[in-house]
């Protein structure tokens, strides 16, 4: 089965399934076993623009890139939003990473980067069967985002499938990899 993904400025990528029940597999691991992938990274600053346009931009707080597997529902969203919310990576006043993003009312940036669940552990090229399908990463993306906003403030948002330049300034750097 071929799946892909088509950006805003034309660009397609392909990929094949490669397991017989459907669910793509990574290295010979079944993508199911694989949960929702955020790259969170402590910003002082942060921006995104499609088209030369700005669509989000934030102060102090955090910058995730959010990729979804095909085994991701509404429930390993949720997870990784509490995660997001309540993970310990601000200064305190002994300069500990103690604070949580709610704790300093920072700002929240999530924008969805399907690249983060390809497989690059062989050859020169990712694959990107590991990526769920468009209709579900965009779902489930849009969803995470709603939760965010109905959970905390201030939360803005990239344009899923959109060609995005994302820029930032991390402070530290700080950047963790989690996953729900």
Known sequence: MENSWSLYDGTTIKWDYDAPDGVPLAGGVAAREQPL???????SEARV????????????????LVAVRPADDE????????????????????????????????????????TLAADTRH???????????????????????????????PVSSGIFGAHMQVSLTNDGPVTFWLES
């Open 49 to 64: 623009e499609v088209a030369g346009q700005l669509t989000a931009c934030i102060g102090r707080g955090l910058l995730v």
């Open 37 to 43: 992938i955020a790259l969170l990274q402590r910003v």
């Open 75 to 114: 429930a390993s969203a949720l997870r990784l939003l509490d995660r997001l919310l309540k993970y310990r990576i601000f200064a305190d006043e002994g300069g500990k990473m103690n604070l949580n993003l709610q704790q300093i009312a920072g700002d929240l940036l999530l924008v969805p980067q399907f």
């Open 123 to 153: 050859g020169l090229r990712p694959g990107f069967s590991t990526a769920a399908p468009p209709e579900q990463g965009k779902r489930l993306f849009e969803s995470l985002v709603s939760a965010a906003k109905s959970r905390y403030t």
